[in-house]
């Protein structure tokens, strides 16, 4: 069975750094496409970030543009997110999942998730 389990979250101030982890288990990983989304409560799970399966191309949305960096060890199983200068906007559930068919950018597009990880941003 496919697991996907993040680490890294936590509570933090505005203009601070955090890096979540994301090892993946039971599936062939360099194969795959990655993504990082995030669930604030109330709101739909948005796209933050994809990787593609080699590494040379990454994805972003325009709100982290310039702050978050996503980065994968195939040879670990492992994609990452180094988060920068964070904002109190960035407080979410963090969830990392497998791209399978579809848009790199939207929820459709991927099958497996994590439970996710929490960040909190304070003011």
């Known amino acids: 069975q496919v697991q996907l389990v993040e680490s890294g979250g936590g509570l933090v101030q505005t203009g601070d750094s955090l890096r979540l982890s994301c090892v993946v288990s039971?599936?062939?990983?360099?194969?795959?496409?990655m993504g990082w989304f995030r669930q604030s409560p109330g709101q739909e799970r948005e796209f933050v970030a994809a990787?593609?399966?080699?590494?040379?191309?990454?994805y972003y949305e325009d709100s982290v543009k310039g702050r978050f960096t996503i980065s994968r060890e195939n040879a670990k199983n492992t994609v990452y997110l180094q988060m920068n200068f964070l904002k109190s906007e960035d407080t979410a559930v963090y969830h990392c999942?497998?791209?399978?068919?579809?848009?790199?950018?939207?929820?459709?597009?991927?099958?497996?998730w994590g439970q996710g990880t929490q960040v909190t941003v304070s003011l």
């Open positions: 990787i593609t399966r080699d590494g040379k191309r990454t």
């Open positions: 039971d599936l062939p990983f360099s194969r795959f496409d």
């Open positions: 999942a497998v791209r399978t068919f579809g848009p790199l950018t939207t929820t459709t597009g991927y099958d497996y």
